[in-house]
């Protein structure tokens, strides 16, 4: 009984063991940005993975609402535009957007401390480094 209650406590460990996490590290996938309606990522958050070099319009629910706009920690970078995609006719010489924002940028955490705090409607993202960051 000794011998049968043993085998079967190895059998268990040696199940759990392989169905661990897989030793080969998956790689994220570029384009992911955490939306926020506070700053440093407080109030109302999504997080979720965009098409690069594609127009994307935010929420509803975060729609001039985004105070945190911080793009993942791989290559890219992203212009947040106050317009929806294809909306509205700009003006402006910096073409209605803050601009460049990476991992890097310093002030990805609270648009606020630019003038920027809830005017996002749309953002478009490339992959590769940032232009210039702001």
Same mark, same amino acid.
């Given at each position: ?81 106050? &317009? @929806?995609?294809? *909306? =509205?006719?700009?003006? $402006? ?11 890097? %940028?310093?002030?990805?955490? &609270? @648009?606020?401390? *630019? =003038?920027?705090?809830? $005017? ?11 232009? %210039?960051?702001?």
């Amino acid at each position: 009984m000794k011998n049968a209650m043993t085998a079967v406590i190895v059998l268990v460990l040696a199940s759990a063991c392989m169905s661990g996490a897989n030793p080969i590290a998956q790689k994220r996938a570029v384009g992911g940005v955490l939306m926020c309606t506070g700053a440093n990522s407080t109030g109302q958050c999504n997080h979720a993975v965009h098409p690069m070099d594609k127009c994307v319009n935010v929420t509803t629910a975060l729609y001039h609402k985004v105070v945190t706009f911080a793009p993942d920690g791989e290559e890219f970078y992203c212009y947040p535009y106050e &317009n @929806l995609c294809g *909306v =509205g006719i700009c003006t $402006s010489p910096e073409g209605c957007t803050l601009g460049a924002i990476s991992y890097e %940028s310093p002030f990805k955490d &609270n @648009l606020t401390a *630019v =003038g920027w705090g809830q $005017s996002v409607g749309s953002f478009e993202c490339y992959q590769g480094t940032a232009p %210039s960051t702001p």
